[in-house]
């Protein structure tokens, strides 16, 4: 992978408001964005969420920023890089907020039963080759219960009543970002560590789960991940499914 500083040493472009800091930086990849820089918005009028979801994103509260990267991983990869970018983000919160967060497959990141987190990676495929990946994060740091979106969601703040402040967020998890793709670029075995690390995380591994596709749902065991980083689920009939990135999410019943 091109190594691309994206810690505290990378620039940082600040807004006020954007629509979407991930829109942002696909307008302007190859508009002279250059990799690694990170756009940071204090709020978002449009922040979106993987498929169809919004991200609600009032000011000031949370953190919400996106930077792209080139990296040189296959496609094939992508999943589990952004299970790698779960881990990374769930770590540098834990240490942090001196909290345990889990995670829910595929990028959402949890505090005590519910979502304070997600990773939305977009990439740009030519040729068979990953030549942009976006990556953005939004989490939901000191909003208060009225400024969530709905029950399920959670803030740091609303959870222990403790206030984080975001620079120094930003900043954790930037240097966390920039391990994790010094690793990926430099250990062949990135992926067994990845999987791994990600089940240690993992809020709902051995449970029961329900999948979501555009068509068709059923339920079942989630009991690890494939290779490149599916949900593997144990069904009723005891085959065990692979479930692909992208068009399927899990809910735990
Ligand atoms: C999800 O949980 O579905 C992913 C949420 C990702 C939200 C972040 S906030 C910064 C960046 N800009 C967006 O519009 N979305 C991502």
């Known amino acids: 992978m091109a190594i691309t500083r994206i810690d505290k040493e990378s620039a940082v472009l600040r807004f006020k408001s954007l629509p979407s800091t991930n829109d942002y930086v696909r307008h302007h990849i190859g508009r002279g964005l250059e990799p690694g820089t990170v756009v940071v918005a204090e709020q978002q009028t449009s922040g979106r969420g993987r498929g169809t979801n919004k991200w609600t994103s009032p000011p000031g509260v949370g953190l919400y920023f996106s930077f792209y990267i080139t990296p040189e991983i296959q496609p094939h990869h992508l999943g589990l ?3 790698a970018v779960s881990v990374a983000v769930a770590n540098a919160i ?21 979502k304070i987190g997600g990773i939305l990676l977009e990439s740009v495929i030519n040729s068979g080759k990953v030549e942009h990946l976006i990556v953005g994060i939004g ?10 979106p709905c029950e399920n969601a959670g803030s740091i703040f609303s959870i222990t009543g ?14 966390s970002l920039n ?4 690793i990926v670029s430099r250990q ?10 990600w089940l240690e995380l993992c809020h709902h591994n051995m449970k029961k789960v329900r999948i979501f596709g555009d068509d ?12 490149i980083g599916e949900a593997l689920v144990l ?19």
């Open 188 to 197: 062949k075995n990135w992926t067994t560590t990845t999987r791994n690390n």
């Open 235 to 253: 069904r009723e009939d005891e085959q065990i499914q692979a479930v692909a990135f992208g068009r399927f999410s899990l809910r735990e019943v």
């Open 179 to 182: 391990n994790l793709f010094h």
């Open 81 to 83: 890089f952004s299970l």
């Open 139 to 148: 989490l939901n740091l000191n909003n208060r219960p009225d400024q969530l």
């Open 162 to 175: 403790l206030r984080l402040n975001k620079n120094i967020v930003l900043s954790r998890l930037l240097v």
């Open 94 to 114: 834990s240490t942090l907020a001196g909290v345990k967060v889990s995670l829910k497959w595929p990028n959402d990141i949890f505090f005590r039963d519910r």
């Open 216 to 227: 068709f749902e059923f339920e079942g065991r989630f009991v690890g991940l494939s290779d």
